[in-house]
Every structure is written in structure tokens, then in C-alpha cells.
């Protein structure tokens, strides 16, 4: 199905087009581990789906340029799509997730394609797009499933092993399966001593399931943070392709992307979506067999959208023990909340907001609870500070 000569071809196609991203060290990110980061985020769009989605469409025939081309996406392939078709004058119409996130779905206008958003999730907008290829003729751009976009992603596999040639393991993120297919091809046919990784949300793990069951596997529903990789049903190719080169695949939770998204903008000063961060995601939280191995981690996508990324601050925050509530019963009566503050204070936890409330059935008739909201540094402070608090008499709820 696919020669790593069409990955090196894809490459020299993609010279004056994608940029050479580059591989930046990481070694705060979980300390142990020797981590590094391909920084796809901030691939032109966005994304590393400008690789495979431009190779594909370099390689049309005249006819199928003429009828134009139609995509699928939850918005990131959608940009590839729309920027290549744009460069080679081609026309494209991109059918989109109604819930996608608004930034992607502009930028992908933005780029020149004509959009369809369609109800429910990326597996309805493919329904919809081979609907719409039938009816009109258009040119299908599969965004996983198809080995001339495997080949275009294959190429980040390239460039890692010649920007880091004493790489030991790679972890990549999985959707559908065409960037690991690719990478791990790349890697594994060049290099089969180093390890490949894939990394799903739980909230979507279709991949692993087909793995795990040894044939394809449909989810009935998928709900993730990380938008980019929900998707229901892997594609028959890159079924064979990771089960052939993917040496093991795990899940994260969203809060453990919460948390990797968080500590790649703090301690990288880099923005990465969902889908880009699940690989960090791994390696931060030991899901992955890497410590001792010089790792590199695809960070596949920084296309967030900004009202997302306040909520997954949120999440990080509280999954990295950076922000915490509690609710505390108390006698009421004067004094008392001003005790709760004093010990707070003097362990050094910031009080956010109070919340104070008299009629509460699970407090005494004379009785109160407040919701006390802090800022910490870590979950060892909490339990400090809870610690703290219960030595000095107060009872602390949860």
C-alpha cells in the first residue's frame, strides 16, 4: 500500500510548502523523563494536516482537479484542505462538525473553501461530504484514510530522525490513525529499534478498542476535550498500519490533557489543542514506558478555540493541584471564619472566594458552611493545608 519512497517524495514536495518544524528540549514536563517536543503547532495552519492534505492534492490528475475537492474535518484537516486547494486553484467545500470550534471554522473560510457544517460529530460530517461527493462529482480528500495523506504526515517521521537521530521513543496522537501511520511507518521502516506510541482520549479510544479486539471497532458516542482526535471508527488502512508498526496504545483522561495543555503553555510558551496535547499528556503522567528513553512527544496542533482554553485552564489547574475547594461545617458564630483564614494564610494558601451559607441540611440548627475556593501549589499543599485546618478543629467537608 504505501513505499517509503512515496514519503521521501512527499517530502520534496512539501520543501517550499510546510515548514520544518522544529524539536525543542522539554525536560520540566515530567521530571525523569527525557522528553522533547516536534512542534507541529506551529505548522502553517496550525497543523500538521497541511502535509498530508497538500501532498494529496499535488498529486490529482487534471480531471480530478477540475471537479473540485470536498473534505471532512473537525477543522484542522479543513484547513489543510482549503490551503492547498486555495494554492493550486482548485475549488473546495469542507464539510465540518456543527460543534466545532468557531476559530477553526473561520480560519478554513478564511483560506478560500466553501463550508457545510453538519449536526453531531466528525464521523456525521464524513457522511454528509460522501453524500455530497456522489451528488456532484467532487474529489474525495479522505483526512486518515488514505495513503497519499499517510505518506504527507509520514514525513514528521522523516524530519525526527534526521533532527534527532539518537531518538529512542516517539508518542503521537491518534484520531482516525494517518499521522501515527505515517510516523510510525517512517520511523520503523528507517529506524525499527525506536519505539512509536499512539495516544487516544478515553473519551474516544476507537483505535485502542480495534487493537484491543483484533477488527475494526464503532463507538456508539465519543465526548472529548481534545475535538481533533474524536472520532468514532479508525480507517481500514491505518487499522493495518498501527497494528503492524504502533507498538502499544494508551488513553489519556481529559484532565490529564487539561494538565498538558496547561504545562506546555507555562513552561514552553506554547498554545496546543486537545488533540495536540494527549501525547505530553503520555509522557507526563507515565503512560508510556519512556523514562531512561530519549522521547519525543508530537505536539500535532495549536488550533484552540479561546473560550475552550479558559475552561482546560480551569481543569489543569485543578488536575496539577493548583486550585482547590472545600466546604467547611462551623459553629456560628463570630470568629470563626476569620480562624478558617488565619491558617490558610499562614500555610500559605491565596483564598479566591468565600462562600458563606447559614441554612444547610447538613449542618447543625446552629451551624454554617462556607465554600472556600484557593489558589495552591501543588496537591502536597492541600493536604497541608487540610491538615492544618482539621488539627485546629475545623471540620472539613470534602
Known sequence: MLEISEIFNASAVLKDVARKTAIIPAPRL????????????????GSFKLRGAYYKI?????????????????????????????????????CLPAGAPLSKV??????????????????DAYARAIELQKEHGYTFIHPFDDPKVIAGQGTIGLE???????????????????????????????????KVYGVQSSGAPSMAASLKEGKLCHLADVATIADGIAVKEPGVNTFEMCNKYVDEVVTVSDDETAAAILALMEQQKLIAEGAGAVAVAAAMFDKVPVRGLKTVCLVSGGNIDVTTLNRVITRGLNKSGRNYAFIIDLPDKPGQLSGVCSVIAGHGGNIISVAHERINTSSSINGCSIRVELETRDHEHISAIRSALTEGGYNVMN
Do not use: W
Open 106 to 123: 473561520e480560519a478554513t473560510r478564511s483560506y478560500g473553501a466553501e463550508i457545510c457544517l453538519v449536526p453531531g460529530v466528525y464521523d
Open 30 to 45: 515530567n521530571p525523569g523523563v527525557d522528553i522533547y517536543l516536534k512542534t507541529e503547532n506551529l505548522q502553517l495552519t
Open 160 to 194: 525526527i530522525l534526521e533532527q534527532m537521530p539518537d531518538v529512542e521513543a516517539v508518542i503521537v496522537p491518534i484520531g482516525g490513525g494517518g499521522l501515527i501511520s505515517g510516523v510510525a511507518f517512517a520511523i520503523k521502516t528507517l529506524r525499527p529499534d525506536v
Open 58 to 94: 499535488s498529486q490529482l490528475t487534471e480531471e480530478e482537479r477540475k471537479r473540485g475537492v470536498i473534505a471532512c474535518s473537525a477543522g484542522n484537516h479543513a484547513q489543510g484542505v482549503a490551503l492547498g486547494a486555495a494554492h493550486c486553484g482548485i475549488k473546495s467545500l469542507i
